[in-house]
């Protein structure tokens, strides 16, 4: 394998560019930052005093290799958190003193920050400004680690703070995260980076029967993980669904009587802000208590919610026309046609909800056709028909 070096202009390559490609060259020097930076940690007395030469070496050389390593390549920054969290964990078992660890973790980025520095003024002294740009990028991951390692070491100590698990959480669902933040904030919750999770996003008061964080025994589906979030208006849940389909969360949430949305099933904890943002469209698309909306299965009402003026340009001659045809009658017009879709077409069951006969549910689709010129039997006639109830329903009718 080739030896790492930096490589580009120094009038195009970017901060972080600069920083995987030191980082790479930093990587394959380790042996000597690790001698380096094992003799700066002997300074500090309780690493002094607990540790051989040797076994501090090997402590140092490990840390190094994996905080370089996710520096060269950011798919490890969760890697680095992990390893943050155990070094708190195993400090605080053997009796560490917290501002020793805290203090070596520091005096390890500065000697990772001087070797990039080095190695950069080595192969590619041009770039040398180029990298100091990415300072903050550094101290940002050195940061972070360190926190993580600090909020372990209070867990093993039983100090841990409340709100840490609270504030992780908002981070990953704040669309401004980046990786450094997600994966530390992922690593925070015990969350792994690669999964299957939706978010649900509730317009009311939060739920008092779903469970703190841990197995959602209350709703009935073993093997799934909520993390919840209190919000100014109603809630929001971070669901590890497992080997669950969403349709259980979605079935057992109805019957709380409550409004909300639920995501597309994601992936990765990076999609998690995104996964709101759909959760929050789907929630605005529920009319009525006991509606919990699937993404998935209100694509056009979506798509409504997120362009309202749009779709109010667009179904308003249509919406006008209905409303002119039949002044009183149009609500109960729409309100039909909403309750058809809810009963897969079925004019009887239709008929059996709307408290009324199968062919008064007729007449009154015959009437919406002869009306808008609209015909629910053909599939493109249906989806504009679909597109101007969502539009009447989300932003003309009364609520």
């Not at 394959?28 to 607990?50: C, M, S």
């Not at 939706?198 to 029967?209: E, H, K, M, N």
């Not at 959602?216 to 109603?234: F, Q, Y």
């Not at 809630?235 to 909300?260: H, T």
Request: glycine share 8%; with cysteine.
């Amino acid at each position: 394998m080739p030896a790492a070096t930096i490589t580009g202009s120094p009038t195009t390559a970017s901060p972080a560019t600069t920083l995987r490609q030191a980082a790479a060259a930093l990587h394959e020097r380790i042996a000597p930052l690790t001698n380096r930076a094992t003799t700066t940690l002997g300074e500090i007395a309780d690493y002094t005093d607990a540790f051989s030469r040797s076994d501090l070496r090997d402590a140092v050389r490990t840390g190094l290799d994996i905080g370089v390593g996710s520096m060269a390549n950011p798919s490890l920054f969760a890697e680095s958190g992990e390893h943050a969290r155990s070094v708190g964990e195993l400090r605080a078992r053997e009796g560490f003193p917290l501002a020793a660890v805290a203090q070596a973790y520091r005096a390890g980025g500065q000697q990772i920050w001087l070797g990039l520095i080095e190695v950069t003024a080595e192969h590619a002294p041009a770039r040398t400004s180029t990298l100091t740009q990415a300072a903050g990028l550094v101290w940002r991951h050195v940061d972070r680690d360190r926190e993580l390692m600090t909020d372990a070491y209070r867990q093993a100590c039983g100090k841990a703070c409340a709100e840490a698990p609270r504030a992780a959480l908002r981070t990953l669902l704040w669309p401004g995260a980046d990786a450094i933040d997600i994966t530390g904030a992922a690593v925070r919750l015990g969350l792994p980076m690669r999964g299957r999770y939706v978010v649900v996003r509730f317009q009311q008061a939060p739920i008092d029967s779903v469970p703190q964080p841990g197995t959602a025994d209350h709703l009935d589906i073993p093997g799934t993980i909520i993390h919840r979030l209190a919000h100014s208006i109603g809630e929001i849940m971070v669901v590890e669904l497992g080997q669950r389909a969403p349709a259980e969360l979605a079935n057992r949430l109805r019957c709380k009587g409550i409004r909300g949305g639920i995501s597309s099933v994601r992936t990765s904890v990076a999609d998690l802000a995104c996964a709101l943002a759909e959760a929050d469209l789907a929630a605005a698309t529920c009319t009525r208590d006991g509606d919990i909306a699937h993404a998935t299965g209100r694509m056009a009402a979506i798509v409504v919610a997120a362009r309202p003026e749009l779709a109010t340009a667009l179904t308003d001659p249509l919406l006008r026309r209905v409303s002119s045809a039949e002044p009183s009658a149009a609500p109960q017009l729409w309100e039909t046609l909403a309750t058809w879709f809810d009963c897969e077409g079925n004019a009887a069951d239709t008929a059996e909800a709307l408290g009324c006969h199968r062919n008064t549910v007729t007449n009154r689709l015959r009437r919406l056709h002869e009306i808008t010129g609209l015909d629910p039997a053909y599939p493109r006639d249906l989806a504009n028909l679909a597109f101007a109830l969502y539009t009447y329903r989300l932003h003309v009718q009364p609520r």
